[in-house]
């Protein structure tokens, strides 16, 4: 049985009698102003493939920031975050890998059925862009709405299939991934994006061998949880590279045999002298030009420098030709090359384990507190904010 706009009748507790329910959520109005509190409406009539979550926690993510910004087009107002985790509540007739009351992490949108989808890499979707950033379902609706009677623009929602900045969210089977319920689920939302970002490229993308000699440059979330991952898979040595004294210290602590803080230091005389023959694996972080050209400068021959830091909108990096001649690569990376419903997981047996003790990383809020967290995360004050949205 379908209702008239596709809508299978969802298991779980039932919506109000319109459909909907008023959700308090954090929305971008306009390029670089403040996240403003709003109550909307979500549609729950749930699609087959949906799942409605009750948002416990969200991470803060650069991502969220230049959207905000603009610097990734984005359309406005709309309700950003794309590292929610919560409790599901109701899900659709055809989902059945999540059922109400299960714990849930998060994590990006993929079709599911275009080719690289087919071939198991749903990071590289035909239509990762629109699912991600579009501001809508593919076909252009929206589970996200002013309320009647309000006045002002439309709200765009389903950011990254989920737009957790927000009391509750519409998934789909595809992005939410079933977690423990015996560990914090605030703790666990930065899983469905960063720290899969950063484990899953020296995990999957890269697969780096022990004794491999690897480099990070930028110890942010994404680049610690690199240096954790290197040193599960006993990489050596580990070499990060930053400009914040507090962060490369930390960067020792969790995992680093060797430090650069760039402002001090010449990056690649450091790297030649502690490598011999340079880097097996760069994995540039920063999203700035001019350290991918010195990701490949720095790579022994057959080495592989990995992009993974989101640059602006055409932003371009010059990079010695010759050099790849050496049989250097040079890639992008995106989530990791992760599946999250395989590789969430397993990142949660690791920091069970003390070998991935992301926990360090993380900085609670409240959610009434997103912009101050906002802004710690751009001076640094904070590596991984953590909304709580619900208790």
Do not use: W
């Amino acid at each position: 049985m379908t209702t008239e706009d596709g809508a299978v009748p969802a298991s779980g507790p039932p919506s109000t009698d319109s459909g909907t329910i008023a959700v308090k959520a954090a929305v971008v109005r306009a390029k670089g102003e403040p996240f403003d509190f709003q109550e909307l409406d979500l549609d729950t009539r749930l699609r087959p493939d949906e799942v409605l979550v009750k948002v416990v926690a969200t991470g803060v993510c650069q991502t969220d920031v230049h959207v905000r910004d603009q610097h990734l087009p984005t359309p406005l107002p709309a309700v950003l975050g794309h590292e929610g985790s919560g409790i599901v509540e109701a899900v659709g007739g055809a989902v059945t890998s999540v059922a109400p009351g299960d714990h849930v992490v998060m994590s990006y949108q993929a079709c599911g059925h275009c080719k690289p989808c087919l071939s198991g890499n749903y990071a590289y979707c035909a239509q990762s862009f629109p699912m991600n950033f579009g501001g809508s379902r593919l076909d252009g609706t929206n589970a996200l709405r002013r309320r009647a009677g309000d006045a002002g623009e439309e709200i765009h929602g389903h950011f990254f299939g989920q737009s957790s900045f927000a009391t509750h969210a519409v998934a789909t089977e595809r992005n939410v991934v079933r977690v423990p319920d015996d560990v914090p689920l605030d703790l666990l939302s930065p899983l469905g994006c960063g720290l899969q970002t950063g484990a899953g490229a020296v995990l999957n993308s890269l697969q780096i061998p022990a004794g491999a000699a690897v480099v990070v440059f930028g110890t942010g979330t994404v680049g610690l949880a690199a240096v954790m991952a290197a040193r599960v898979v006993g990489a050596s040595p580990i070499i990060a590279v930053d400009i914040s004294a507090e962060r490369l210290a930390l960067a020792a602590e969790l995992g680093a045999t060797h430090t650069i803080n760039g402002t001090e230091e010449d990056t690649a005389q450091r790297i030649a002298e502690i490598t011999g023959s340079g880097a097996d694996y760069v994995l540039e972080v920063t999203g700035l030009p001019h350290m991918l050209t010195l990701a490949v400068d720095v790579l022994a021959p057959l080495g592989t420098a990995a992009q993974i830091g989101g640059a602006p909108a055409g932003a371009e990096a010059p990079v010695n030709m010759n050099a790849l001649l050496g049989g250097r690569t040079v890639r992008g990376v995106a989530q990791g090359d992760s599946i999250p419903q395989l590789f969430v997981p397993q990142l949660i047996d690791l920091y069970r384990a003390g070998q991935f003790p992301f926990d360090r990383l993380v900085t609670f809020y409240e959610f009434d507190e997103i912009n101050q967290a906002v802004a710690d995360t751009k001076t640094g004050a904070a590596i991984k904010p953590v909304l709580r949205v619900s208790h």
